[in-house]
């Protein structure tokens, strides 16, 4: 729909990490109206998964359903405006659906607009009005029940683990130190990689953009080289480990090449339980055993 560079990484962003719990719809449009959401999140009705303890906050906006607007600086009143709109034509449509399915639609079950901005001035505040809720960290504020709408001004998060996913979408040092702490994340981490590639890619993107200001390419470009630079590392160690795994295949394939004259439907469907060893575990059994022998052994591991 958009090929601004923050556009598509928010909507790839919040896709990864919402995925696992509900249905993710991206630049979904609206029936009848020519306006497309930016994210239309549906949580899942299974059960929650542990997943969720890693998202922090974005998990709790994820326990219902939600249109999520991201925006790289604060919005305008108008774009506020057009959010709501959004908001509202898709309620609509839902009450459509469920009169039509002879359905009843509880207030708990209407989907919440989450307008996510770099910041966000006590003075937009103030003419919403949005107030804070004691039970979200600083930062986020409600624009009343009746509208079904909050606000993130990620320039007031605290920098907290619950925060980090939110605040990676903010501006200048925010920003960077987002990008530092998913760094920082052990390697086994399962949204480390993913972040790190998506972040890869913004920065890519944001190079060739001409959409963007210059001092705001600058500093994007600035805050982002470190994740480039920790997923390139990645990449090549994942590439040498790969390209290790093979050589020591196709070494196990000449092997057996050579001692039984071919590679039948058996012997390749133990070759993965022979890689399980060494080089020097699997050397001279290969050279040793017999085919029945070798397949038995490792057929039963299979």
């Known amino acids: 729909m958009t090929k601004n560079p923050f556009d598509q990484f928010s909507k790839q962003f919040f896709k990864e990490c919402l995925s696992s719990l509900g249905e ?49 600086n604060q919005p305008t009143k108008l774009e506020i405006r057009s959010c709501l709109a959004k908001l509202f034509h898709l309620e609509a449509e839902i009450r459509r659906e469920t009169r039509r399915d002879e359905d009843t639609l509880s207030e708990d079950e209407l989907p919440r607009l989450w307008i996510i901005a770099t910041s966000c001035s006590d003075e937009l505040l103030s003419k919403l009005p949005a107030y804070r809720d004691s039970s979200w960290p600083n930062g986020i504020y409600f624009a009343g029940e009746v509208l079904l709408t909050r606000i993130v001004a990620i320039d007031k998060l605290p920098a907290t683990p619950e925060t980090l996913w939110l605040r990676i979408l903010g501006k200048g040092l925010i920003q960077k130190q987002a990008v530092d702490d998913v760094v920082a994340l052990p390697k086994g981490n399962p949204k480390r990689s993913k972040i790190l590639s998506l972040l890869y890619n913004w920065k890519i993107n944001m190079e060739i953009s ?93």
């Open 24 to 72: 993710v719809k991206i630049s979904e449009e609206i029936p009848g109206e020519s306006r497309f959401v930016d994210i239309w999140f549906i949580p899942s009705l299974q059960a929650p998964t542990d997943s969720q303890f890693d998202l922090g906050i974005l998990a709790r906006i994820a326990e219902t359903p939600c249109l999520l607007e991201p925006f790289r």
């Open 210 to 302: 001409k959409e963007i200001d210059i001092e705001d390419k600058e500093e994007l470009i600035m805050n982002l080289s470190q994740a480039y630079l920790e997923w390139e590392q990645e990449t090549v160690e994942r590439g040498k480990e790969i390209g290790k795994e093979q050589g020591q295949r196709q070494v196990v394939e000449n092997l057996l090449m050579f001692r039984f004259g071919s590679l039948d439907p058996e012997l390749q469907a133990i070759i993965a339980s022979i890689l399980a060893l060494s080089p020097s575990e699997f050397t001279p059994m290969l050279m040793q055993l017999s085919r029945e022998e070798l397949i038995t052994r490792f057929a039963t591991q299979n």
